[in-house]
């Protein structure tokens, strides 16, 4: 169970084109998504907070014009990269919490990764 | 402000020797911690939590983990090595407040046969 899933798991675009990277929960519902971003050889750093029905949290510093999502429903986030440059590829995962095992030890599940490469 | 620290980038060991992977921890609260692992090119996966009881936490694989107040430690353990675990290891931190977690830089274990 909670299996998270990501799609497309490697994309490469142009400079200056749209991405979109979906994020979905497989067997449970998720009332709250994360996206992170990984550099090379370095930690996730927490993008934003995807909560269904209503707008996402940006964490400080992060473009929300530039990084847009979407949290349509209960096993869906997608993160829209706009106007992709190269300073934007990276690894970028998603996190799902399960909506019925929220509390004190609620664990976030992963996603696979989508590597992001921008020519 | 919560956060976790791994204060070695890399750790070696000879398979089936044990191996230790160290975390420490600041927390203004309860701490709720965690370890993942991450293997090339995935996503991470849940090895185990620390919310309150035992301090030893048994995990998946294998590993575990022992949560120390008075060091304000959570280092993650296993008996037996092998060349399957070598991957990255993260310590992180949740923030129930925020409901956020809050990640180490990552420890990279190296298994050899």
């Known amino acids: 169970g909670a299996v998270v899933s990501q799609h497309p798991s490697r994309v490469i675009c142009k400079s200056g084109t749209s991405v979109k990277i979906e994020c979905r929960s497989l067997?449970?519902?998720?009332?709250?998504m994360f996206w992170y971003r990984q550099f090379p050889k370095q930690s996730l750093m927490l993008m934003a907070t995807?909560?269904?029905?209503?707008?996402?949290?940006?964490e400080q510093g992060v473009e929300k014009d530039k990084f847009l999502i979407n949290h349509a429903s209960l096993t869906l986030s997608t993160l829209t990269v706009t106007s992709a440059h190269p300073e934007d590829s990276s690894f970028y995962i998603c996190?799902?919490?399960?909506?019925?095992?929220?509390?004190?030890?609620?664990?976030?599940?992963f996603g696979p990764g989508t590597r992001l490469l921008v020519l | 402000a919560q956060s976790v620290a791994q204060p070695e980038d890399q750790v070696n060991v000879a398979e089936g020797n044990p191996l230790t992977v160290k975390c420490t921890y600041s927390?203004?609260?309860?701490?709720?911690l965690f370890w993942y692992v991450q293997y090339p090119n995935r996503g991470l996966q849940f090895l185990l939590k620390?919310?309150?009881?035992?301090?030893l936490v048994k995990g998946s694989y294998g590993f575990e983990a022992e949560f120390n107040k008075s060091q304000t430690s959570f280092h993650l353990k296993k008996p037996s090595a092998l060349v399957s675990d070598s991957a990255l290891y993260f310590c992180a931190v949740r923030d129930p407040y925020f409901n956020k977690f809050y990640f180490g830089s990552g420890t990279k274990l190296n298994v050899k046969p």
């Open positions: 927390v203004s609260g309860n701490p709720y």
């Open positions: 995807s909560n269904e029905g209503s707008k996402a949290t940006y």
């Open positions: 620390y919310i309150t009881g035992d301090n």
């Open positions: 996190s799902a919490r399960d909506r019925r095992r929220t509390g004190e030890g609620e664990t976030q599940y």
């Open positions: 067997d449970f519902q998720a009332t709250t």
